[in-house]
């Protein structure tokens, strides 16, 4: 029965929220124009001991992580063969086109040298052994992938039907792909940072860093889709899926488990768990991003919890804080620049270059979710 | 499917982690090039002058610096940057303590130090960069940098163990900046500008075997006697400058740290306080990072045969669900259309 088919939400367009979102995306557009004329150190505090920063670290690591969403629900529903979660793929999948297409776009701010940026797709420049070429060359595929995997959505609300009926035959194989090439980069997404050595505090420098990111981008992918169905029931005035998230919720459970376990056992492992109480900032972090985790996932142990729609939003945001922290922590606040006192925070425009793109993500949403069938439909 | 993964994964470090000690996965660590060159910079030798900073700007056509802040009466004309930048690819810094009272002691003292590139056996730079801007030649070791090439990712600056390459933040065209051991010079018979006008010899250019026969000549000197130090290319024909011998540290530094330098250090004063990392393994991170990637990634065998089991799953799972997915059914179906079609499917 077709109980999962899906609808544009309708109504109008240009709301409060759409407004504001517009407006701040328009900021970003603003100083990013300085940025080009000007160069990066006029709009960011970027500096030669601090050579990433929230441009690299939230719009790009933590935003695919956020994009994970797709790439988590299609795992479940097409490789672990639980169909019963496919009226959230459509939205899955929609999360992470934004997610990552504005990641693609992100990286552009942030290349030093961006007229070059296709040196990255010329095989006879190719450096196989750079952890960044494989993370590019599969973001670049991924996002390919995931404007192919959403293609139904936009050639169903056109009334495409033969071209979707052709794609739908080959589908399985994009499918395949959209969960290959996530599993590849997100994990080396982590790999990037052991390169980095001794600049790394060891409460986060160590070879389990792939696993740890990858199993942290899949907890914050599943995450996100609580954490998006609450709002969009409250903000579209839609029902809530409090049943199917709950479920949901116990496969949170497990790979936050996972997750834990190789964290700890790491730590543990290395015998680096002594600089936790080291009482300095890095340590505190350190709890407060541990904490978060366990918190999160302690909310979902009981099952009555896991079936209150306030006890699975609380828990998705406590554990996407705590993934954010996760890769804060590991890019920047255990980082320890050398050579000379360095400093870093974000300056004002570049924070709000991140706010800008990030609304621009939510204005895409609020259109999509209005004009093409992304939601399913309630009976 | 991919919990299994983890827990392989997991296990497969796990196993490998204790027989290596602390790295569980790594590439072999790359040897000496054939005819690796580099340079010898010995602290004690060193009295401050920085010649080799101003032949530096000048060999390398890189305009001078002028300090960020106050210096009114210096209308650039005097170099007087702070740190290594874009535009500074070598400069003398002073390791101070206490009272300041003598030469090469660690308490109440001062010493010299120069900081550049040290031309890693194993560079981190040369890993990091995705588009090969970063290249180490094969024969003399020399790491050098394409700025056509380069993206500006700046992970070359983000993974330098010693914080060597650097990028103009301010300049919309801005580009990695970083010495290249004068390989313009090399190339046209001279040799790196500041061991050419370095009066004492503290910054002496040769192969790499011959500097650390050199060094290791130094270090078994008994300090207060006097020694004839080599000038400019180890081995040429110009005139030695004679010195007291140093009280040493007895170690050559880049000998052995992060897989070795060409550019190696002898000091008087512990080599951190020179602000050179000495908590270090004698592999260079790139062993780690690659050795990560060189096993996940093997022949592409892992992600090929990942993404054949995928493919096998997904086409299954949808063939079993189709009618009830919403990538696949036509959401103006009929509810009885789709039952239809599932019937037909099963």
Known sequence: ?379 | MKRRDFLKATAVLAAAAPATGQAALMREPKSMPPQAIGMLYDSTLCIGCKACMSACKEANDLPPERLPEGGEWNTGTWDTPLDLSPTTYNIIKAYVNGTRAEKDRAENGYAFVKRHCLHCVDPSCVSACPVSAMHKDPLTGLVSHDPSLCIGCRYCVYSCPFGVPRYEYNDPFGQIGKCQLCSHLLAEGGIPACCDVCPTGASLFGPVEQLKAEARRRLDAAPGTELEFPRGEIGSDRPTHVATVGDYQQHLYGDRELGGTQVMYLSGVPFDRLGLPTDVPDVGYPTLSEGVQHTLYKGMAGPALLLGGLVFLARRNIKRNQADDPLFTDEDTEPDAAAQKEEKDS
């Not at chain 1, 517009?22 to 960011?44: D, K």
């Not at chain 1, 505190?284 to 209150?308: D, K, P, V, W």
């Not at chain 1, 050579?339 to 706010?355: A, I, Q, R």
Request: glycine share 8%; hydrophobic share 55%; aromatic share 12%.
């Open chain 1, 1 to 379: 029965m077709s109980a999962h088919a899906h609808a544009p939400v309708g109504g109008r367009l240009v709301t409060a929220p759409f407004l504001v979102l517009a407006f701040l995306a328009a900021i970003a557009l603003a100083l990013l124009a300085g940025r080009f004329v000007y160069g990066l150190g006029a709009v960011t505090n970027l500096n030669d001991g601090y050579p990433w920063g929230i441009w690299v670290i939230i719009d790009i690591v933590i935003g695919t992580a956020f994009g994970c969403a797709g790439y988590a629900v299609s795992l479940i529903v097409y490789i672990l063969n639980r169909g019963e979660y496919h009226p959230i793929v459509r939205s899955a999948v929609m999360a992470s086109l934004f997610g990552y297409t504005l990641a693609g776009i992100a990286v552009m701010f942030d290349l030093g040298r961006y007229w070059n940026f296709y040196n990255l797709f010329l095989p006879w420049y190719a450096q196989p052994n750079s952890v960044m070429w494989e993370i590019a060359l599969c973001v670049a595929g991924y996002i390919t992938v995931l404007w192919i995997e959403f293609a139904p959505t936009f050639l169903e609300r056109f009334g495409l039907h033969n071209a979707r009926e052709k794609l739908s035959r080959v589908l399985f194989i994009i499918i395949a792909l959209g969960v290959l090439l996530p599993t590849m980069h997100q994990s080396s997404l982590g790999t990037a940072i052991v390169i980095l050595g001794h600049k790394v505090s060891p409460l986060w420098q160590t070879q389990f860093l792939p696993l740890l990111y990858l199993s942290s981008a899949i907890l914050m992918g599943l995450a996100l889709v609580p954490f998006e169905s609450v709002l969009s029931a409250l903000g579209l005035r839609r029902q809530l899926e409090t049943g199917l998230m709950g479920r949901l919720n116990r496969v949170i459970l497990a790979v936050g488990a996972i997750f834990l376990a190789v964290r700890l056992g790491d730590l543990l492992f290395r015998g680096a768990l002594g600089h936790a109480l080291a009482g300095d900032l890095q340590a505190n972090m350190f709890l407060l991003e541990s904490a978060l985790f366990i918190g999160g996932l302690a909310l979902l142990a009981r099952q009555q919890a896991r079936r209150s729609a306030r006890a699975q939003f609380v828990a998705a945001v406590t554990l996407l804080m705590a993934g954010i922290l996760f890769r804060i922590n590991s890019y920047l606040v255990g980082y320890e620049p050398v050579n000379g006192t360095w400093h870093y925070f974000p300056s004002v425009p570049e924070m709000l270059v991140t706010v800008g793109i990030f609304s621009i993500e939510i204005l895409l949403y609020l259109v999509f979710v209005k004009k093409l069938p992304v939601l399913a439909k309630h009976a």
